[in-house]
């Protein structure tokens, strides 16, 4: 690096250097000013160059150099220090929640290996449970419900498989209806939710396994109270209906349209099998639309950037689902990220039925069936 100086003549390094130049007549003119480039290692300032002054050859070095610190402005330092300690803090408290909600959701041993068990296979599979626990709800609210006080027993109303594949392809969720007549290990042929009633999540597990050929791998479950606190925490869900619904054993009373539910109505609607021909498959139908869109508005930016309806939902959500030992809080999040993009269906029907002693049952379609679970078991996309 260098740069230019003016000087004396005479001043200046080579030819210049000596005596003063002397014209013929033996005056001495008037000096002029030699434009020389010198070089340095710093730049020079205008007083410099102004009184013509000689630069050291050897500049200071640059504080960097010689371990000096730069100076920096106290607010700056400030403002990096609160950051450091707000991401801290933020760092702590999610765990800290993450660890509390874990210890709120009710664990049990639920899937035990045994003879004949399928395999693993390609994916991750779901046995979803809606029980008839009033765990959560005021007397009054049952009396709204119709839902009976101090029922003894397990029931469940609700039963669906979901398949999350391997391979980044889009879930499915398949309804078994409770009326479905099934061989039950250690019991005869009976409704599946017979399964429930008389083993509890586990035989249930056990005889969805049996059936289906696909092993299950996690399993939740959460009962009448903790779906409408669950609703009533998310601020209702949206659920449009065709034709008016109007029935008295559930609760149901609803126009033709489409309505904001809160946690009771939701609760009717999704126990309501009178108001259709369909009887139980219409209302399976409905729980998969109903269930699909009560995760997609707990997943909104409308509840997780509220605080407030983030905790109330969480918490009340954790207290009150019941899954597998090994099931944790990162699989409950795939699960409800998993579950509003699902490809939906009934499992296929072949014929209903009376049987003795058990009442109207329904018979699959076994080949079909089949075929469906087969390709789950294989993450290909299933037939509707």
């Not at 005479?10 to 130049?21: F, K, M, P, S, V």
């Amino acid at each position: 690096m260098g740069m230019w100086r003016e000087g004396l003549p005479g001043e200046g390094t080579g030819r210049d250097r000596g005596e003063a130049w002397r014209s013929p007549g033996g005056e001495v003119p008037r000096p002029t000013v030699v434009v020389e480039w010198v070089r340095q290692q710093t730049a020079p300032t205008w007083a410099d160059l102004s009184a013509g002054n000689e630069w050291p050859d050897k500049p200071s070095p640059p504080p960097w150099v010689t371990g000096q610190r730069r100076p920096v402005r106290r607010w700056v330092r400030r403002i990096i220090r609160v950051t450091e300690v707000t991401l801290a803090v933020l760092i702590a408290i999610l765990i800290a929640v993450a660890l509390f909600v874990e210890f709120r959701i009710n664990h049990s041993a639920v899937f035990t290996d045994y003879p004949g068990r399928p395999a693993a296979s390609g994916g991750v599979n779901w046995l979803i449970v809606g029980s008839d626990s009033r765990q959560g709800l005021t007397r009054q609210q049952e009396n709204q419900l119709v839902i009976g006080h101090d029922v003894s027993g397990m029931r469940s109303d609700t039963m669906m498989v979901l398949h999350i594949p391997d391979n980044g392809g889009r879930p499915t969720l398949v309804s078994l209806p409770r009326d479905s007549y099934v061989p039950i290990p250690g019991h005869r042929r009976n409704k599946l939710n017979a399964a429930f009633s008389s083993g509890g999540p586990s035989l249930l597990a056990r005889t969805v396994q049996n059936v289906t050929g696909l092993r299950i791998t996690h399993y939740a479950e959460i009962g009448f109270g903790g779906l409408v606190r669950v609703v009533n925490a998310v601020g209702g869900v949206r659920i449009c209906v065709s034709r008016k619904l109007d029935d008295k054993k559930s609760g149901t009373h609803l126009s033709a349209g489409c309505h904001m539910l809160n946690g009771e109505q939701s609760l009717a609607f999704v126990r309501d099998r009178h108001s259709f021909r369909g009887g139980d498959l219409q209302r399976e139908h409905d729980q998969r639309v109903f269930l699909e869109a009560l995760l997609r508005k707990a997943t909104s930016p409308a509840v997780y950037l509220n605080p407030v309806a983030a905790a109330t939902t969480t918490l009340d959500a954790s207290g009150l689902l019941h899954v597998d030992n090994g099931t944790h809080l990162w699989d409950l999040y795939r699960l409800a990220t998993a579950l509003p993009n699902a490809r939906t269906m009934n499992v296929p029907i072949g014929r209903d039925g009376t049987v003795p002693r058990v009442g109207d049952v329904l018979y699959w379609n076994e080949a079909k069936a089949h075929a469906l679970f087969t390709a789950l078991a294989n993450d290909r996309q299933a037939a509707p």
